[in-house]
């Protein structure tokens, strides 16, 4: 389909075809939007998902360094009663 200034310029002043280029323009953009707004939201599930096995990460590391002081803090305990 002609571009606005090509139908302008080709003397084509009819007013029904600049609002047919107008609705087809319309309706491009409409679908573009549509299809960004997919790809947003496919990311944003990929991103999610991909945190919640970050942060699933994170809680072990954090069980395991807590377990750690709990068992040093035990130690020092018995350290000190046993001198």
Excluded: C, P, Y
Excluded at 23 to 48: G, S
Excluded at 55 to 75: H, P, Q, T, Y
């Amino acid at each position: 389909m002609a571009s606005l200034r090509e139908t302008h310029r080709n003397g084509a002043h009819d007013d029904g075809r600049i609002v047919a280029r107008w609705r087809d323009m319309d309706a491009q953009i409409k679908e573009e939007f549509a299809a960004v707004r997919a790809e947003i939201r496919e990311e944003a599930i990929a991103t999610r998902r991909h945190f919640d096995v970050v942060a699933e990460s994170l809680r072990d590391d954090i069980r395991i360094i807590a377990e750690g002081l709990i068992a040093l803090a035990a130690k020092v305990e018995a350290t000190r009663n046993a001198g």
